[in-house]
């Protein structure tokens, strides 16, 4: 398998104005499909990419519009024709710079303050992106049946397990909590049944800013001149802001375990002060905030993918209460945050 990655890479790299050096071909670790290859420039990287030549050239284009506009991410490289990508075997690839830095600690304060300035600087700067091929995989239509239909699903979820005599462990935590949690969704959907929220949705696309939504680890780095640098974009889109700063709080009190008012006050400070969010974007905000997404994507790995709920172990029944316990500390640090910052409904 790796000689024949190795040749596929070579053909990749013959498309470019570059030579690989030895025979040192890494996988990225984490990554399935991302290498590290050694050439006469130094280290690249070689990402096989998804999608049609739209989607493809759609995110090219909007990485050397965030890299002109000072967002920190890699450089991706061109061939000796000038184009973006290569195609080989039915397999596309893009070759980007590597970039040194360390991955961010979403336990260190300070860490994440350089994580939610560089999130802020993307939205700000992309805000009116222009599309020059038409092309807009846009994500914001979508947003408000999304919390819908996962509403129903966790009611669906509920009924089928209570018509169960012998509920396993995670079945009995699922019913144990299912209820408080529904009325978070009723909450969340209370406010995106306002009716200036079609109104505020428009709004937030007309700005078409670009979001990030990969916030795993190994997607962030913090450069050695202290910048967030952002190392995969295969999940850029269009779409509110609110997604990317929800996901954020969410990954980061999880690491506090329990959300933390004051924590989140200074990060939505750094943010404001960066891209500030009008009254509408801060209600939808407030809106996804408050849905229960941590609870929901937890079943939803089980019941959804038909994973055996009566095989789950035990470190991960504990990551699951772990999960539970952030979800319940939410609900009155958001409302206290919005009170006390004046963004009432």
């Not at 408080?180 to 969704?185: G, T």
Request: with cysteine.
């Amino acid at each position: 398998m790796e000689a024949f990655f190795r040749d596929i890479i070579k053909k990749v790299i013959s498309n470019y104005p570059l030579e690989v050096k030895g025979s040192t071909l890494k996988f990225i670790e984490g990554k399935k499909t991302e290498w590290s290859v050694d050439t006469n420039i130094g280290e690249v990287r070689l990402k096989n990419v998804l999608g049609d030549d739209k989607v493809i050239n759609f995110k090219i284009h909007a990485v050397d519009f965030l890299r002109n506009n000072g967002v920190y991410t890699p450089e991706i490289l061109t061939t000796k024709l000038g184009e973006g990508f290569v195609r080989i075997e039915d397999n596309n690839f893009i070759v980007f710079e590597s970039v040194d830095g360390r991955v961010p600690n979403y336990e260190i304060e300070d860490d994440m303050i350089i994580m939610i300035n560089g999130i802020a600087s993307l939205h700000n700067v992309s805000n009116g992106f222009d599309f020059s091929d038409g092309q807009n995989p846009s994500l914001v239509s979508d947003w408000k049946n999304d919390i819908q239909n996962k509403y129903s699903k966790l009611i669906l979820w509920k009924e089928q397990r209570n018509k169960i005599k012998d509920l396993n462990e995670v079945d009995e935590l699922f019913l144990k909590y299912v209820n408080s949690f529904l009325k978070q969704c009723e909450t969340s959907l209370a406010i995106v049944s306002n009716p200036h929220f079609e109104e505020w949705k428009e709004e937030a696309r007309d700005t078409n800013t670009l979001s990030y939504q990969n916030f795993e680890e190994k997607n962030l780095a913090i450069g050695e001149d202290g910048n967030l640098y952002l190392l995969d974009m295969s999940l850029l889109a269009v779409d509110l802001p609110i997604s990317d700063i929800r996901k954020i709080l969410n990954i980061v009190m999880t690491k506090q375990d329990g959300w933390k008012l004051r924590l989140m006050e200074k990060m939505m400070r750094s943010y404001q002060a960066i891209n500030p969010l009008k009254f509408g974007q801060l209600q939808l905000l407030k809106a996804d905030l408050l849905f229960p997404h941590l609870f929901y994507d937890t079943f939803s790995a089980i019941y959804e993918q038909k994973e055996a709920s009566d095989r789950i172990e035990a470190k991960q029944i504990s990551k699951m209460k772990k999960i539970i316990t952030t979800e319940f500390s939410k609900e009155k640090v958001v409302h206290a945050f919005f009170y006390e910052n004046k963004m009432k409904e």
